[in-house]
């Protein structure tokens, strides 16, 4: 073969190799995903429901396939609380400023509103010594530890809480929002009339029995009806109300002193058979109606109530219990011989207290009204003014739609207007006829999951999810900034909370790479 012809072969070899080549491109080459997809549902009620849909977005920015589901609450929780379910928003409110009332019921193992399964031995122990222990600093630092734990297994995606945020007329005096989002009308005082009206921000109470609830707003309307041997402070400090004096001899026996003078609504006087009736109906397994009442637990280790003499009554507690005289603010003193002549089931139609007012129409889906007790002791004199009510008529009206009461609060129909979303709120502000107040809430708002199946068994799935939910834009934008955010389910106006322990920051990055490692797919959305 001549040399012409071997570099033309050469040639065509060249060229055929290179057209074989792809042609190069500046174009990174796409890598399949890797690891299982994971395709998630947050349910949720109708009111959070522009909440979940975001968090759905945000989830999706990362490779998540989610969705927002509506439910009716009943219906949702008999799903999670089977473990039907994957992620469910849930809120919960506390009753006391400590976290018995909430962390407690909330995520010690096998508790009536641990719905997400969480389960933790060195947890519940803290917890446990924390309730009984009547040092401050170490119950403190228990707390803290448990709080440490909490962070470190994620049980939840973190949340925040919300303000709570109310509205009066502004000839309504001496008025002022409550942190346990009580309603005190004993208080108040109304320019230019006698009746105040309240709109609550639900459809319904459910009993006007003290005994016989579970419920902040029940307790709201009860309390204007009822007082109790001691009360709170709208921030929260415990005063004494039908109470005189008390002694504490040891930590687990408690002595009070009853006042004189102080009459039910029947006329009839106040006694110490009373106070130890009150507390027996509930300790009591069949004490209301044949059945147990639903505040038992909030009693703790109280184990007998008895007489000492006319005046004074002796707790006696199976172990200390350092948040005792907050729970002696949740039960309202009632009249055993009225009941005894009625019932359980006569009373809660009738109830007869020895509040600032009495009873005088009750519709527990529509109204409440009550008229100005005359005969009043005068309630805590620590809380003025002292004395009767400056109101002669009280109104709680049922007002489930927060539009309602607002367009009823500037036409004068009611003059405080309960509950108001942060946005509405917001409609009122330079209206001189009004005034707006926020103070400080006492409900953790979360996202649970159910831990007992994959892959939320896996803490670094929890731990992704948590980055991956921006909650202060969601605070922001769907709440007007009024809510705060929360690194674990402790909340700032409660004992024990570690300030210094900060929420999950948002990194969808770093959210992504523990997917990764978990072995689900993730990407960071383009």
């Known amino acids: 073969m001549s040399r012409r012809r071997n570099l033309f072969v050469t040639m065509l070899t060249i060229l055929a190799l290179v057209l074989a080549i792809p042609a190069c491109s500046t174009e990174e080459p796409e890598v399949e995903p890797t690891g299982t997809l994971l395709s998630v549902v947050i349910d949720c009620e109708s009111n959070r429901k522009d909440e979940a849909e975001a968090v759905a977005a945000q989830l999706r920015k990362i490779g998540i396939q989610a969705e927002a589901r509506i439910w009716e609450w009943s219906a949702m929780k008999a799903e999670f609380t089977a473990g039907n379910r994957q992620m469910y928003m849930t ?36 917890l446990d010594q924390a309730t009984v222990s009547v040092d401050d600093d170490v119950r403190e630092d228990l707390y803290y530890q448990a709080q440490d734990i909490l962070y470190e297994e ?101 002595l009070v002193t009853i006042r004189d003078g102080v009459k039910f609504h029947n006329g009839a006087t106040l006694t110490t058979d009373d106070v130890v009736f009150t507390f027996d109906r509930v300790l009591a397994e069949d004490g209301i109606a044949g059945l147990t009442s639903p505040r038992k637990g909030l009693l703790g280790p109280l184990q007998a109530v008895e007489k000492v003499d006319d005046k004074t009554v002796k707790f006696t507690l199976e172990t200390p219990f350092p948040v005792f005289m907050q729970a002696l603010c949740h039960f309202q003193i009632v009249p055993k011989a009225y009941i005894e002549e009625v019932g359980d089931e006569g009373f809660a139609a009738n109830p007869i207290g020895a509040g600032p007012f009495k009873l005088v129409e009750a519709r527990l889906n529509e109204q409440v009204v009550m008229e100005k007790f005359s005969d009043y002791y005068g309630g805590s004199p620590e809380i003025p003014p002292v004395g009767t009510a400056a109101i002669k008529t009280a109104i709680f009206r049922m007002m489930p739609d927060p539009a309602t009461r607002i367009a009823a609060l500037k036409a004068g129909e009611i003059q405080i207007a309960d509950k108001l979303p942060p946005d509405m709120a917001k409609s009122l502000q330079g209206d001189s006829a009004v005034v707006v107040q926020s103070v400080p809430g006492t409900r953790v708002y979360c996202i649970e999951f159910c831990l007992t199946k994959p892959p939320f068994d896996d803490v670094r799935v929890r731990q992704a999810i948590n980055y991956a939910v921006d909650w202060d834009a969601i605070v922001n934008s769907i709440y007007e900034g009024h809510g705060e955010r929360l690194a674990t389910a402790f909340l700032p106006s409660g004992f024990g909370f570690n300030k210094d322990l900060k929420p999950f920051e948002y990194n969808p990055e770093k959210a992504v790479r523990l997917l990764q490692d978990a072995g689900i797919q993730a990407s960071l959305a383009k």
């Open 91 to 126: 809120d919960w409110g506390s009753a006391y400023f400590d976290p018995f009332d909430l962390v407690i019921p909330k995520l010690r193992t096998g508790d009536r509103g641990n719905y997400s399964f969480f389960s933790n031995a060195e947890f519940d122990a803290l």
């Open 154 to 254: 994620t049980p939840w995606i973190f949340g925040y809480y919300l303000k709570e945020t109310a509205a009066a007329s502004a000839k309504v005096g001496n008025w002022q929002a409550s942190m346990d989002s009580r309603i005190n009308l004993h208080d108040v005082t109304l320019e230019d009339g006698d009746t105040i009206t309240v709109g609550m921000g639900i459809d319904k109470i459910i009993t006007l029995d003290p005994g016989n609830y579970r419920d902040r707003d029940t307790e709201t309307v009860i309390r204007n009806l009822f007082d109790a041997l001691f009360t709170r402070t709208w921030d929260g400090n415990v005063v004494p109300e039908i109470a005189l004096s008390w002694e504490t001899p040891d930590p687990q026996t408690y």
